[in-house]
Antibody, heavy 120, light 109 residues
Framework: QLQLQESGPGLVKPSETLSLTCTVSGGSISSSSYYWGWIRQPPGKGLEWIGSIYYSGSTYYNPSLKSRVTISVDTSKNQFSLKLSSVTAADTAVYYC????????????WGQGTLVTVSS | EIVLTQSPGTLSLSPGERATLSCRASQSVSSSYLAWYQQKPGQAPRLLIYGASSRATGIPDRFSGSGSGTDFTLTISRLEPEDFAVYYCQQYGSSPRWTFGQGTKVEIK
């Protein structure tokens, strides 16, 4: 059974960089069939797709966040990571990692999510 | 960017009743690339429907999706106690800007 688990600091200061890692178990991140993505959800609000990465390192990002986002992959560790720079309180959210098919962008496996609060 | 508008915001129903949730897109969603998710408090979303009408693995057949173009519907034929949750639609036909609706809460009447 595929499992995804987010990890990283729960508190980040304004203007700093948010860094999270997603560890994939029960399957290979190097599968040619899938992309791996990040989605966030501010408290009490809806979902926002951040970006996705293929095992080869190919990425695509939400244009509204593209200037601040970097997603990378480490196939040797079966992990992929998110960096979001210059954070503000508006970036406070539960951050989820998830898997989607290469050809289609619906997310079929999700991590449990991790709350990141931006505050001084 | 394709904006998805879900209605109603909240649906108050009793167990055993039929639920009909709407998702309207600001422009046509190509190839019916629309998904539905269920989210319960403190949990990650769970995929219910993809391709507008295909049920995901393990999803009961009381959940069904329909629609095309700009109008999509999620129907729960008979509500079970575990179905009371928030439901989101998502379009993935407009890469690289996938978007979600704002959600519909199905609550116990």
């Amino acid at each position: 059974q595929l499992q995804l688990q987010e990890s990283g600091p729960g508190l980040v200061k304004p203007s700093e960089t948010l860094s999270l890692t997603c560890t994939v178990s029960g399957g290979s991140i190097s599968s040619s069939s899938y992309y791996w993505g990040w989605i966030r959800q501010p408290p009490g609000k809806g979902l926002e797709w951040i970006g996705s990465i293929y095992y080869s390192g190919s990425t695509y990002y939400n244009p509204s966040l593209k200037s601040r986002v970097t997603i990378s992959v480490d196939t040797s560790k079966n992990q992929f990571s998110l960096k979001l720079s210059s954070v503000t309180a508006a970036d406070t959210a539960v951050y989820y990692c998830a898997r989607h098919w290469r050809q289609e962008g619906y997310f079929d496996y999700w991590g449990q999510g991790t709350l990141v609060t931006v505050s001084s | 960017e394709i904006v998805l508008t879900q209605s109603p915001g909240t649906l108050s129903l009793s167990p055993g009743e039929r639920a009909t949730l709407s998702c309207r897109a600001s422009q046509s969603v190509s190839s019916s690339y629309l998904a539905w998710y269920q989210q319960k408090p403190g949990q990650a979303p769970r995929l219910l429907i993809y391709g507008a009408s295909s049920r995901a693995t393990g999803i009961p057949d009381r959940f069904s999706g329909s629609g095309s173009g700009t109008d999509f519907t999620l129907t729960i034929s008979r509500l079970e106690p575990e179905d009371f949750a928030v439901y989101y639609c998502q379009q993935y036909g407009s890469s690289p800007r996938w978007t979600f609706g704002q959600g519909t809460k199905v609550e116990i009447k």
